[in-house]
């Protein structure tokens, strides 16, 4: 199932680790908050992660939709 929009309670798990870590690595933070995730949509949000890593996006409050949508067109077009 493709995820629409990232949610508030995903943006929450996410920044919880990213807390920690200071990064959006999957491989170094994912591990803080994987057992609260949802298992349809724990590939997505690893790969969400691994690409705003990888392309050095930061995302908070106030956008995270945005980035999440961004990621999104990203995919669908690759």
């Known amino acids: 199932m493709k995820m629409k929009k ?3 309670r ?6 919880s680790g990213v807390k ?3 990064t959006y690595d ?3 933070t994912y591990f803080y908050f994987e057992e609260s ?4 949509e ?3 949000i ?5 690409w705003c890593h990888k392309s050095e996006k930061t995302f908070g409050w106030g956008n995270y939709e945005d980035v ?3 990621w999104n067109k990203v995919v669908v077009n690759a």
């Open 42 to 44: 724990a590939q997505e």
């Open 46 to 50: 690893w790969d969400f992660m691994a």
């Open 20 to 22: 920690v870590t200071g």
């Open 10 to 15: 995903n943006y929450d798990l996410i920044t």
């Open 37 to 40: 995730l949802y298992i349809d």
């Open 6 to 8: 990232l949610g508030k």
């Open 68 to 70: 999440f949508a961004e």
């Open 26 to 28: 999957p491989e170094e």
